[in-house]
């Protein structure tokens, strides 16, 4: 099991850039495919990014693809999702999700196959 904890949501300026981090808990991080989702008000959670185990492949939704990107450090647990060029489109409660089953390309980018959550964290961008 992993607990995952983020951080670095905030309030930004259309065309500013955050990056949230992603902290989890035990000896087997590198065993889980790591994601990030975006819910906005009203709306369903959506797939942003994932990566796999060992940080080869990256995934992305075409709303952030060029604009950003994710990463991991297997040495210190935690999966990164640096976020330019940010639009008042991409407001929303950003979730880290984490699952250690084997997925393909298509598979990365469902809700249900992740197993574990954060609790999230807010990013508000102002026009």
């Known amino acids: 099991q992993v607990q995952l904890v983020e951080s670095g949501g905030g309030l930004v300026q259309a065309g500013g850039s955050l990056r949230l981090s992603c902290a989890a808990s035990g000896r087997t991080f590198n065993t889980y495919i790591m994601a990030w989702f975006r819910q906005a008000p009203g709306k369903e959670r959506e797939f942003a990014a994932a990566?796999?185990?060992?940080?080869?492949?990256?995934y992305y939704a075409d709303s952030v693809k060029g604009r950003f990107a994710i990463s991991r450090d297997n040495a210190k647990n935690t999966v990164y999702l640096q976020m330019n060029s940010l639009k008042p489109e991409d407001t929303a409660v950003y979730y880290c999700?984490?699952?250690?089953?084997?997925?393909?390309?298509?598979?990365?980018?469902?809700?249900?196959?992740?197993?574990?959550w954060g609790q999230g964290t807010q990013v508000t961008v102002s026009s």
């Open positions: 990566i796999s185990r060992g940080g080869a492949m990256t």
């Open positions: 999700a984490a699952t250690p089953r084997v997925l393909n390309s298509a598979q990365v980018m469902g809700v249900i196959r992740y197993d574990y």
